[in-house]
């Protein structure tokens, strides 16, 4: 099982009603307990068993909507960003705007989003989580310098919807 497989059964689990799963493969075992959104993994591998690991969750369903919520606060330049949508971060970790560093980044001024599109990666616990849109519209505002630390619910990015 490669690290996009377990991603995706995280993503599975945060969007369904399943308290807990787990897989066992020949000498691996992957638990994903769901509880007071925190997810936990657990890797057994042979000899070796690593201590669990305990990461944010992504929000749960009800809360998806709340990501992707009108800004309202003006900044210090006096524009209105009423009519934007802000993107937010699902998780606390270390936000990357380029999947490597000789690569172009994910998202900039001026690119065009629609949901599914991944606009940046946030590093929790050594695992890199790529974040997508939940909207269609334009990047008008970047509000994260690359590799910087983010909070949870932290505005990522302003989009324009229209």
């Known amino acids: 099982m490669d690290f996009k497989q377990i991603q995706e059964l995280i993503k599975l689990v945060n969007k369904s009603n399943l308290s807990e799963l787990t897989i066992e493969e020949k000498d691996f075992k992957v638990t994903i307990k769901q509880k007071d959104e925190i997810i936990q993994q657990t890797l057994i591998s042979g000899q070796f068993q690593a201590a669990p690991q305990t990461l944010p969750a992504a929000p749960a369903p009800a809360a998806l909507p709340a990501a992707a919520a009108p800004a309202a606060p003006k900044p210090a330049g006096g524009e209105d960003t009423s009519k934007y949508v802000t993107i937010k971060s699902p998780m606390i970790g270390t936000f990357y705007r380029k999947p490597a560093p000789d690569k172009p980044l994910f998202a900039e001024v001026g690119t065009e989003v629609t949901p599914g599109k991944v606009v940046c990666i946030i590093e929790a616990m050594k695992l ?32 324009d919807p229209s």
């Not at 990047?139 to 990522?156: A, G, N, R």
Request: glycine share 4%; aromatic share 10%; net charge negative.
């Open 128 to 159: 890199f989580n790529e974040i997508e849109s939940e909207v269609k519209g334009k990047i008008v505002k970047v509000l994260v310098e690359d590799q910087s630390p983010v909070e949870y619910d932290q505005p990522l990015f302003l989009v």
